[in-house]
Structures are given as structure tokens and as C-alpha cells.
């Protein structure tokens, strides 16, 4: 869904398309080549052809019905391939929403070129379109009450459109109807996944407070030396000492209590830095790149080392393509991460 567009063109790209009003009845049939503008009028959305207006309402599909229907949509500077079908509604704001109704494997495979494209594995494929799928089944109704069941952002799963990579569509239809089930609860678990756990994955409960028997902490030596591993971030003493003090009240006065926060080491993962000062908040407000580092002393300036990329918790990317491309099946790899 797309809750800021203002008009949009869209160009039928292969198949057979009904436009279809509220009540599912056929208004016309476009094919391949054909070609639409869609925008708001008034109190209803226009749909113009390069010949004719030809309907107007505040809602309507347009619905695949030919052997492989694949639309063009144009919407400001992006343009994009989709499958299947599309419903578009006009918004109070004289905005509107665009739902892609997609069936699920065709869905999957343009999250993993979204995500993870720039992989070139195809057993890693395969590790993403189970972790993709059922995180898609787990969370179907996250949006519930907005009237669909998947964003395409970050904050459910990123979706491009249509996947145009052979290798996915592979990788995605040789594990089709897979995912990972809690043999405890019988249901999805929660297929989370980061950019590079820095040699140790987290714990469910040390980043979001709730344990959770299959994101368990793992030695991840796959991950180790791969693109997003260590990071670094200079700040001055007095910086470092202020935000202490502002936001958690530390004793910056105390030389004892200075020692601690200005040289600090994590040879396993840890959630505090000092007390009840939690490393996640300290990622967030410093938008480090992990909450697995290490602080020293440079002159009047402190310098946090890091190793990883993201929360941590789950596969780590860069540690399950590595392993991909180390012999490691799809299943071995989806076993190692998530217990």
C-alpha cells in the first residue's frame, strides 16, 4: 500500500486486465500495451485512456485475468513492474491508496530482490524466501486495521515490485509453501534477520524484552570479516561525559565512575554499558551501526570500536550468504540462526 500518490499512469505490461467498480462488475478490458491516467476529480478518481474518459469512482481493481498479467505503474519519479492485480481507492486528502493484491510466491520473490538482490547466491536465495515467507504468514495481519496486510517498507518487509531476477524466482519456487515453525507453539516464528550479528547474534529478550526459544544467541564466526563487520565513531571526552549526564544523570564527577564508561569492553555481548545505562539506547541516540562495541580513551576524545550492522537478533545476512557460499544448504544455514 501507497497512502501518498496523486495521480498515476499505469501500462499494461502482459496479460488480460477487467476493470472492475465496487461491485466486481467488468467496466472494460485493457491488454497488453494499454494504456491508463488515474486521478482525482472532484469527489471521485478519473481514469483517462489516450482516447476517452471512461470511469469515474472511488474505488476500483483492476484484475488480472490473463496467463500472466504484469503491470507498469508510474507514480512521481518511480516506476515499477508489478504482478497481478491492483486496487486503487480515493483518500478524504484527495490522495490515494494503491494496494497491490499479489499471490504470495510472487510477493516473496520481489522481497528477496528488495532485500537481499545484490547477493548473487542461490542457496541464499532460497534461506531468504523461507525467512521472507514466514515473516510475511506471521505478520499478515500487521495492518489489519488499516486496511491491508502488508507495507512496503522496512517497518513490515521492503517490496519493490515484480522480482526480474531468473535465480530468485528459483530459488523462491523450489522452496514454495516453506517456512520455519515453532515446534513448541506450531505457529510461524518471528523471522528476523539483520545486516552482520559482528561474530554473536543477540538474545529476543536482550533487544525487545521478550525471550523467545528459537532467537537464542549464537557464536557466529560466519560473519566475521564480511562488508558491514566493524565500524568506528570518534566524540570528544566532554561530549560523551555530557550526554552521559543529561540523559542518564551519571556521576561524570566520580574519577571511578569515569573509568568505566571511557574504557569499556564487550568480549561477549552485553546489554548494559554501566548500570542501567542500556547499550540499545545508546545505539539509538548516537545511531551507531550495534550495540556490540568497545570504548577507549584517545587524548580528549573517546573511541567507540564496533563490530555488526543492526539489531542483532535472528540470521545475519552477510554470516548466511558467507555460509551459502561456503557449501552450507538452505536448511543448515535457517537452522544455525534461528534454533
Known sequence: ???????????????????QDTAGQTVKLFNKGDS???????????????????????????????FLNIFQLKAGKSIRLYDDDLSISLRVDKTMWLFNEVELEHYVAGVVQSEAGI???????????????TYTLKNITKHAADGYQMCDQTCCQVYKGRCANTEIMMATSKTA??????????????????????????NSEDVWGRPLPYLRSVEDPYSIGQTSYSWQKTMTRNEWLDYLQRNFNYPVNDPAAVVKVTHFTQIHRQVFLTGNIGLRKI?????LRSTFFNI?????????????????????QEGAINMAKQGFSYSDILKFYYL
Open 283 to 287: 545505539r539509538d541516540d548516537l545511531k
Open 36 to 66: 491508463l491516467h488515474i486521478a482525482p476529480l472532484h469527489y471521485d478518481l478519473v481514469i483517462l485512456t489516450k482516447t476517452d474518459t471512461i470511469f469515474c469512482s472511488k474505488h476500483f481493481k483492476l484484475r488480472g485475468v490473463g
Open 119 to 133: 547477493a548473487k547466491n542461490s542457496e541464499f536465495y532460497k534461506v531468504e524466501a523461507v525467512a521472507a515467507r
Open 177 to 202: 509453501g516453506e517456512i520455519i515453525i515453532d515446534t513448541l507453539s506450531k505457529q510461524p516464528i518471528i523471522a528476523v534477520f539483520h545486516s552482520n550479528s559482528g561474530g554473536q547474534t543477540c
Open 1 to 19: 500500500a501507497d497512502k501518498t500518490i496523486h495521480s498515476t499512469d499505469i501500462v499494461i505490461f502482459s496479460g488480460t486486465y477487467q476493470l
Open 296 to 316: 577507549k580513551e584517545d587524548g580528549n576524545n573517546i573511541i567507540i570500536t564496533g563490530k555488526g550492522f543492526g539489531h542483532g537478533v535472528g540470521m545475519s
